[in-house]
């Protein structure tokens, strides 16, 4: 597998902004249980890992380009080019996520059109990313599957690693005990990590008959490598991640009953399970490009 570039770049890139979109749904609830100095030191450490992943991606990316320098001459085809619209929207994310990172870091509050414009550009930059593969010449790409791949990653890594940046922040200082999952968030959480899984899985008998049906009407195909074979040969691959990803909700869904009986138990069964939840899609992700 040599498009190690792009697996990082898409898979930490929508790891940021599935950690983006959790932070604008919680923001309301942080801000009234988070008060002052807490509050901004908060935010601040949960958008600072949110900018690292967005940027290690960002460079990822430039990596895999043969010139890096030649890098803006991507953009001269916005109006024709999924490749060039995905640079568009990818920068205008990061930017956006950046300057809401320096406007609670210079203003001490959080600036909720800033974060909101971050987050409607994070989510075209998904669609975007899903589009180059979609209108592609490759057979196993060109399916509404890809669509359902990008955007369930998003949420997974989203909800998954909001909770374990949370338990993070709250393990390294004490005083944002207020800013606690409650067993209710915790219940939300769950609920997007396996109706994510959920949907995808559901999806699949589907994404299959459209291969068997690709691979008797591809003529018109002319792209150089067999990828529904090489989709094939990997089935224990595909297999094996899908089951590592419902293995998570079930630990999940475990630990958040013995949460519910004792408030003390059943938390390292929780991170257990939210850690299933991101190998499962870092594994989904190599598979994605590993027919390459």
């Known amino acids: 597998m040599n498009e190690w570039s792009l697996l990082l770049f898409t898979f930490l890139m929508q790891a940021s902004i599935g ?25 601040l450490w949960y958008l600072f890992v949110a900018c690292i992943f967005a940027g290690i991606g960002l460079l990822s990316s430039i990596t895999h380009l ?49 974060l909101g414009l971050a987050i409607i550009a994070g989510l075209c930059d ?9 209108y592609t010449s490759m057979l196993t790409w060109m399916n509404d599957n890809t669509y359902l791949m990008f955007y369930g990653t998003m949420l997974t890594l989203g909800a998954a690693g909001y909770y374990l940046l949370v338990n993070l922040l709250l393990t390294l200082n004490a005083s944002f005990t207020a800013a606690q999952i409650s067993t209710r968030g915790l219940w939300i959480l769950w609920g997007v990590i396996g109706i994510s899984l ?57 630990g958040l009953f013995r949460q519910i009986k004792s408030s003390s138990k059943g938390q390292e069964y929780v991170v257990a399970g939210c850690c299933c939840a991101l190998v499962a899609e870092f594994m989904l992700r190599y598979c994605f490009y590993v027919i390459h």
């Not at 979109?21 to 923001?27: D, E, F, W, Y």
């Not at 109006?79 to 920068?91: G, K, P, Q």
């Not at 998904?126 to 979609?134: D, K, L, P, Q, T």
């Open 19 to 43: 950690l983006t979109v959790m932070l604008g749904l919680n923001t309301r609830k942080l801000t009234v249980v988070l008060e002052g100095k807490n509050q901004s030191s908060f935010l």
């Open 66 to 114: 043969g010139v890096p320098l030649n890098a803006p001459n991507s953009l001269l085809n916005i109006f024709s080019s999924w490749l060039s619209r995905e640079v568009v929207f990818t920068a205008t994310y990061f930017s956006l996520l950046g300057l809401t990172f320096l406007w609670l870091w210079f203003k001490k509050r959080l600036s909720y059109v800033l």
């Open 126 to 134: 998904v669609y975007a990313m899903a589009s180059i593969y979609r």
């Open 198 to 254: 959920f949907i995808r899985l559901v999806y699949q008998p589907v994404y299959e008959s459209y291969l068997v049906h690709a691979s008797y009407n591809n003529e018109s195909i002319t792209f150089p490598i067999d990828s529904i074979h090489a989709y094939q040969e990997i089935w224990s691959l595909r297999i094996s991640s899908w089951l590592i990803g419902i293995l998570g909700v079930f630990i999940l869904g475990f």
